[in-house]
């Protein structure tokens, strides 16, 4: 991994270029997710098959693409009962976070006696993106559709990458079957997002999309925000873990290999530290643990490109780092950790103490994994149920309320010259 230290000429800058180095907003490949979208936009169908024997190596055809009941159904049967079990356990800790977190219809009066309130509804038809590749992550399904169902949306549309064969995992499929997809497309990449926002003769256009990708994925639904609702910007994955010297070295050595190894290349990983000595001997684990690991070549390259080790003065300098990077997994390895956690505001999402590593997250604890990466943390929180919910305000009046308003509304009509608006509420009080 690379290292800088906080008593280094240039400290500041070398900061400064780590923090900004994303891949989200890489001008190639915003240009080639361009392109893609506006050949599905064009094309449609024929697009994503040409960019699915491209990208993937399969010849389908337009019959092809979708995944259908029978193929889902046999893949569950096909799932050992280990991963039935595990699929199981972990839906059911996501569904009962989800639960939790639904936003309820309300109403009260305000002072002239009006009843305002607000009203949640499920989108009826959302899109979920599923990366696939190297590393089909059957625990996004659970960590999107099943918010998706729990939130009561009718059509859930998932997509994904097949393998050169034109199947899809089989035990992303037996995950997608128990999530609650209504509709699976064989397809990935940029051209899936611009398939969902669009819509093509095969998949029909949804409201709003979901689910984490690649930087293609990124940089696709980036472009297409606005034809389109989006979640976030769930890129490449991050995690940045601030430890002092309690820390074991072994832990953040495991966990920094874990995130390097998803293979885009644009993983970024950070461990900042105020002990020098942790810093050597997680550099001494990584070279320990990374030949056994059976992805140490995409792990090799993503620490190459984005891997660093931090000597900062401080704990509180490092808290202020994590701050500035917006991490999407930030692990807190620290003696005395509850001021960090009140601290940081910015991390898609924090794991506290040695025993809660960021695995936990990725797979089951229940909070979705889906998280902002590239600084886009900074505005954007990770992805929740209430985001498959569409919210309406209701405003009803009486007479009597509507009297009491009266001259508030004439006030601001005359104060912004708009004489028609003040003039709609004044004929109701004329008769």
Not at 404 to 412: A, D, G, L, N, Y
Request: hydrophobic share 45%; charged share 20%.
């Amino acid at each position: 991994m690379n290292l800088i230290r906080h008593t280094d000429s240039g400290f500041s800058a070398k900061l400064n270029k780590l923090v900004a180095a994303s891949s989200l907003f890489d001008p190639g490949i915003e240009q080639r997710a361009l392109e893609i979208t506006r050949a599905v936009q064009r094309r449609g169908d024929m697009a994503l098959l040409h960019y699915t024997e491209k990208f993937d190596g399969a010849k389908l055809t337009p019959g092809k693409l979708r995944v259908g009941q029978a193929e889902l159904d046999g893949a569950w049967r096909a799932t050992n009962a280990r991963t039935r079990k595990a699929i199981r356990l972990a839906k059911a800790n996501v569904a009962f976070f989800a639960k939790q977190s639904l936003r309820k219809n309300w109403q009260a009066r305000n002072a002239q006696g009006g009843v305002v309130g607000e009203k949640f509804d499920p989108f009826a038809r959302v899109g979920v993106y599923i990366p696939g590749g190297t590393a089909p992550l059957a625990s996004t399904t659970l960590m999107t559709v099943t918010l998706a169902k729990v939130a009561g949306c009718r059509e859930i549309v998932a997509c994904t990458p097949c393998g050169k064969d034109g199947q899809v995992n089989t035990a992303l499929l037996a995950a997608l079957g128990q999530a609650g997809a209504t509709e699976v497309y064989r397809v990935g990449g940029a051209q899936a997002i611009a398939a969902m926002a669009c819509g093509t003769k095969t998949i029909r256009a949804v409201q709003k999309i979901f689910g984490p990708g690649n930087a293609y994925v990124v940089a696709a639904k980036r472009l297409l925000f606005g034809r389109v609702a989006i979640d976030l910007l769930p890129g490449p994955s991050e995690i940045f873990i601030l430890a002092d010297s309690s820390a074991n070295p072994k832990f953040a050595a495991a966990d920094l290999l874990a995130q390097a190894e998803h293979g885009s290349g644009h993983e970024r990983v950070w461990l900042a530290s105020n002990s020098k000595k942790l810093i050597a001997d997680v550099q001494r684990e990584i070279d320990r643990q990374l030949p056994g690991l059976s992805r140490r070549e995409f792990i090799r390259k993503a620490l190459r490109k984005n891997g660093w080790l931090i000597h900062v003065k401080s704990i509180n300098d490092g808290v202020a780092l994590a701050n500035r990077i917006a991490p999407e997994h930030c692990e807190l390895m620290l003696r005395k950790p509850a001021q960090a956690v009140k601290a940081i505001t910015t991390a898609g999402a924090i794991f506290v103490g040695p025993w809660a590593p960021t695995v936990l997250g990725d797979y089951m604890a229940g909070p979705s994994h889906t998280l902002p990466t590239g600084g886009a943390g900074a505005s954007f929180a990770g992805l929740t149920v209430d985001q498959f919910q569409r919210r309406t305000s209701v405003v009803k009046y009486s007479r009597s309320a509507l009297a009491k308003s009266i001259e508030t509304v004439r006030t601001f009509a005359e104060m912004e010259g708009l004489d028609a608006h003040g003039r709609s509420a004044e004929i109701r009080l004329e008769d």
